[in-house]
C-alpha cells in the first residue's frame, strides 16, 4: 500500500470543479465541509468525482486544504 500521494492526482484534486448542484463550477477545496459531509452520510457519487470528494472531505478533517491552495498557486491551470 502507498501512503504518498500521487502528485498527478493532488494536481487533478486542486483544479477539479463540482460538476453540478448548488456548488456547480467551485473547486472542491472551496466546497464547505459540511456538504462533503452530507455526501458521506447520504452516499459519494460513483466513479471519480465520489472519490475525489471523499479525499476533499479527509484534507478537509485533517486541516490540510492550505496544501491543496499552494498545488494550485504552484501547479496553475488554465
Known amino acids: 500500500m502507498n501512503i504518498y500521494p500521487d502528485k498527478k ?14 456548488f456547480k463550477n467551485r473547486y472542491l477545496v472551496d466546497l464547505p ?6 455526501f458521506n452520510q447520504k452516499g ?3 466513479g ?7 479525499a476533499m472531505l479527509e484534507i ?10 499552494k498545488i494550485q ?3 496553475p491551470r488554465d
Not at 48 to 54: D, F, V
Open 33 to 38: 465541509e459540511p456538504y462533503l459531509v452530507w
Open 73 to 75: 498557486k504552484d501547479f
Open 9 to 22: 492526482q493532488l494536481i487533478e484534486l486542486a483544479h477539479y470543479k463540482m460538476p453540478f448542484g448548488k
Open 48 to 54: 471519480k468525482l465520489g472519490n475525489l470528494l471523499k
Open 60 to 69: 478537509k478533517i485533517n486541516g490540510l486544504e492550505g496544501l491543496i491552495r
Open 44 to 46: 459519494f457519487p460513483d
